[in-house]
C-alpha cells in the first residue's frame, strides 16, 4: 500500500489506497494543509517536498520540475508536490522552513 511519511510532523503516515495520484492530493484528501500557490499547476514552487526516501516510488519529474531544477529554484532532491506521482511503496519528505504555515505545530 502506498505510504507517505512526513519526518517533521511528527512522522505522520498517510496509506493510500490507489496509486497515480498526486502527493500534495493525497495529502490534501487526509486533512494536512500543505502550501500551494498556484492552484496545483506546476507553476510556483511553492508546494515542494523534501524528499528524504523513496525517489523510486515516484514518477519521474516532469518538464516543470526540469526547468525549475534549471533555474536553481528547486534543488536535488526536492520535487513538486503537485507534479510528482506517487506509484507505489513509501516516501519519507519534510516540510521545508519555506513552506511551513504559522497554525501547524511542527515537531523540527
Not at 529554484?73 to 519528505?93: N, P
Amino acid at each position: 500500500m502506498p505510504q507517505i511519511v512526513i519526518e517533521n510532523l511528527f512522522n505522520l503516515r498517510i496509506n493510500s489506497t490507489s496509486v497515480h495520484r498526486k502527493v500534495i492530493e493525497i495529502i490534501h484528501e487526509n486533512g494536512i494543509d500543505w502550501m500551494h500557490a498556484c492552484g496545483k499547476k506546476g507553476r510556483c514552487t511553492t508546494c515542494r517536498i523534501i524528499l528524504k526516501s523513496g525517489a523510486e516510488n515516484l514518477s519521474p519529474p516532469t518538464k516543470p520540475e526540469l526547468d525549475f531544477l534549471q533555474q536553481g529554484r528547486l534543488k536535488t532532491g526536492e520535487r513538486l508536490s503537485c507534479q510528482a506521482e506517487l506509484l507505489s511503496g513509501k516516501i519519507v519528505v519534510r516540510v521545508g522552513e519555506f513552506n511551513k504555515f504559522p497554525h501547524i505545530n511542527y515537531s523540527e
